[in-house]
Nanobody
């Protein structure tokens, strides 16, 4: 049973930071690429960032590059997203997603999401 549980969301003011976590279970976490995807209110899904399983290759969407940092701790089966210099347009539900394999970002499982609201 694959399970992905996001945490760390909340209400923050513009310019502040927040770190999201995703606790994974039910599969060999170290063998799969992982991603963060978000959905703003009334908008479609936007892929945010992804990280490969072994070499650690990382990719970011242009909208978050330079502000967000994705990382993983395979020993703890946990994926992270450090979000700095948050903007109101970052407001969204953030989802943790498992990829089909060690590389590439086709997704087969998703968490329930955690809400991040950036507002003054």
């Amino acid at each position: 049973e694959v399970q992905l549980v996001e945490s760390g969301g909340g209400l923050v003011q513009p310019g502040r930071s927040l770190r999201l976590s995703c606790a994974a279970s039910g599969f060999t976490f170290s063998g799969y690429a992982m991603s963060w995807v978000r959905q703003a209110p009334g908008k479609g899904l936007e892929w945010v960032s992804g990280i490969h399983s072994y070499f650690g290759s990382i990719t970011y969407a242009d909208s978050v590059k330079g502000r967000f940092t994705i990382s993983r701790d395979n020993a703890k089966n946990t994926l992270y997203l450090q979000m700095n210099s948050l903007k109101p347009e970052d407001t969204a539900v953030y989802y943790c997603a498992k990829s089909l394999g060690a590389g590439g970002y086709g997704m087969d499982y998703w968490g329930k999401g955690t809400l991040v609201t950036v507002s003054s």
